[in-house]
């Protein structure tokens, strides 16, 4: 379960009654988060900016802000997991930061994984030290919290966000470190995400055997916003190792696999 749908189910009717989600939205947003595991992200970014609209639809005077906060920041992550790498999408992820840093509401609760989103996309937009920042201040807000346990899922994607800043700059044995760090206590997505941080990390030092090596390594199934990713990191190594015709059908592969996924206007 997501640190989002945690939030979304710990909303009870007394919440709701000062102005949280009321239940029926909560189901939207179920159903927005199920589209998005099912790659079926333009659906479910469609459906969360309608819920924005109508909600904004009233006369300007909404009692449950949560409700419009919650779907524009759905509609974001959905936009960019699906490959638009707009600056538009920062904007909308810029002023949902801000209204979550000025408010006790429920929203309130989502600011670090918003900023961690703010990172990501920020190293789509090739903002890659402005990243690195944003993912270090939540890692440095997460250190500070009691209960850290219950933050591993964020803590890790946290990681991970960090870890690509640092690649994206070309620091690689600094991502390195992080990868080899944390696979110990990774499961399932994160175990495949830091394996595949390790592989980039050692074929941007040029080890690519070892990062070869790696990419055989029995991984979980990838999420839908993660297919390819090991194609296309192994295709790297196969090609830097001269195996042009094994590298040409990886990068097939992984060609294939993102094409399923990516927005129209997606550049590949």
């Not at 419009?68 to 992820?93: D, F, K, M, P, T």
């Not at 209960?147 to 044995?173: H, I, K, T």
């Not at 470190?177 to 997505?189: C, E, K, Q, V």
């Not at 080890?207 to 199934?221: D, I, M």
Request: aromatic share 6%; glycine share 6%.
């Amino acid at each position: 379960m997501t640190h989002l749908s945690r939030m979304w189910q710990a909303t009870s009717w007394v919440a709701w009654a000062g102005g949280a989600p009321a239940p029926w939205h909560l189901a939207a947003f179920e159903e927005a988060r199920a589209l998005m595991e099912e790659g079926r992200f333009e659906e479910a970014e469609a459906r969360a900016r309608a819920l924005v609209v109508a909600r904004r639809g009233r006369n300007g005077r909404d009692r449950r802000p949560a409700t419009v906060w919650y779907a524009a920041y759905v509609a974001v992550l959905a936009a960019r997991i699906h490959g638009r790498q707009e600056a538009s999408l920062l904007g909308e992820l810029d002023a949902l930061v801000a209204e979550a840093e000025r408010t006790y509401d429920v929203h309130h609760n989502l600011l670090l994984p918003a900023r961690l989103a703010r990172a990501w996309l920020l190293i789509d937009l090739e903002r890659a030290a402005e990243a690195e920042t944003e993912a270090q201040n939540v890692l440095r807000a997460l250190a500070r919290r009691a209960n850290r346990a219950e933050e591993e899922q964020l803590e890790l994607s946290a990681l991970l966000c960090f870890g690509d800043a640092l690649c994206a700059q070309g620091r690689y044995e600094e991502s390195e470190t992080i990868a080899r760090a944390h696979l110990p206590r990774a499961f399932d997505a994160w175990a495949r995400s830091l394996r595949i941080l390790l592989i980039r990390s050692l074929s941007g030092q040029e080890r690519h055997e070892e990062a070869l090596t790696e990419s055989l390594q029995a991984l979980p199934k990838a999420p839908a916003h993660g297919v390819g990713h090991l194609e296309l990191y192994k295709a790297a190594a196969l090609h830097a190792l001269g195996r042009d015709g094994e590298a040409q059908a990886e990068a097939n592969r992984a060609l294939a696999a993102c094409e399923r996924y990516l927005h129209p206007n997606t550049s590949v």
